[in-house]
């Protein structure tokens, strides 16, 4: 009885070091396909560098536009809170009902500030800002009517909100009419959203291109060692065993393409930076180009994998199954 136990002991002992083995040798052995596909890529430099160079520009393209909206998207964010809102008193108020109105206004929960700015100010100012301050000595009166400025919350400075809050102070008695300059920013945005379409469309179409140049570069591998494969299918091989060399092939392709982007990226960025730096400082601002995040650089080599990986498949898929042993 103690020897039929310990066989069945031993037996069991075995079936778990196999199961536990199983996986352990797959991964083993895809581990080692992947080293042998980069030593394949290193066997032929030039062409594997000449592939990765075009797919790494090729998506250098889609990471500087998505960077050209990222900063612009910066400096309008600066401007989305700048709304104002100017309010012409009529002409035939008082002093005293104008002070009434700007009291008024300042207890709207909408309004954040106002400031007031009298005719004789305002003439002042334009003045000394217009340069025309000896012809407006000749003026027999003053043509400028008085102004409160009406800074709004933030919740009402954006251009909808802001449009609302106008209508409303426009219906107090004392006000001629308002203006709020929002029409450039509204134009900003509209072009920032066509800048944004036009940089999906842009990168789709380069993805794309991405996907069938990996595509066909595995294509000509798969024809160049035709022969071996036919061979592997001889002796047994499986799909699996098969396929695995090339799909690592683009997954390099793809991870290295994704790296060499990078680099160009940050190197265009680098170069632009002193330029764009000057330019700001010609309209005394600062301004910093803002770069690719470690998130997106993770995204923009992800990316590049999974590419390489779908066009690589598409070729295995298609082309491999095609290869079979010549009948005897």
Request: proline share 3%.
């Amino acid at each position: 009885m103690s020897l039929l136990f310990k066989s069945r002991n031993s037996q069991n002992e075995r079936q778990k070091k196999s199961f536990l083995a199983a996986p352990y040798f797959f991964f083993m052995n895809l581990i080692r396909q992947g080293v042998h596909s980069l030593g394949e890529m290193w066997r032929t430099p030039l062409a594997s560098l000449m592939t990765i160079a075009v797919l790494g520009l090729s998506l250098t393209l889609p990471a500087t536009l998505y960077l050209v909206v990222k900063n612009v998207s910066q400096v309008s964010s600066g401007f989305e809170d700048a709304a104002e809102i100017s309010l012409f008193v009529k002409e035939t108020m008082s002093e005293q009902q104008t002070q009434t109105l700007v009291k008024r206004l300042a207890l709207y929960p909408e309004v954040d500030k106002v400031e007031f700015i009298s005719k004789g100010d305002a003439l002042t100012e334009f003045k000394q800002v217009s340069g025309f301050g000896q012809a407006l000595e000749y003026l027999d009166a003053n043509p400028l009517p008085d102004v409160v400025i009406v800074t709004p919350t933030a919740r009402y400075r954006q251009p909808n909100t802001a449009k609302q809050l106008l209508q409303k102070l426009e219906g107090e008695r004392e006000v001629d009419f308002g203006k709020l300059d929002i029409a450039w920013l509204e134009r900003l945005n509209a072009l920032l959203s066509l800048l944004k379409e036009s940089v999906i469309t842009i990168a789709l179409l380069l993805l794309t291109s991405v996907t069938l140049i990996i595509g066909n570069t595995i294509r000509l591998s798969i024809m160049d060692k035709k022969d071996e494969i036919q061979v592997m299918k001889l002796v047994g091989a499986t799909n699996t065993f098969i396929h695995a060399p090339f799909l690592w092939t683009g997954i390099w392709y793809g991870i290295i393409g994704g790296l060499f982007s990078f680099i160009c990226v940050a190197l265009m960025m680098w170069w632009l930076g002193a330029a764009v730096s000057d330019v700001a400082g010609v309209y005394e601002t600062s301004f910093d180009l803002i770069g690719l995040t470690l998130t997106e650089f993770g995204i923009l080599v992800a990316l590049a994998t999974g590419l390489g990986f779908v066009g690589s498949y598409l070729s295995v898929s298609r082309y491999i199954k095609e290869i079979e042993p010549d009948k005897v």
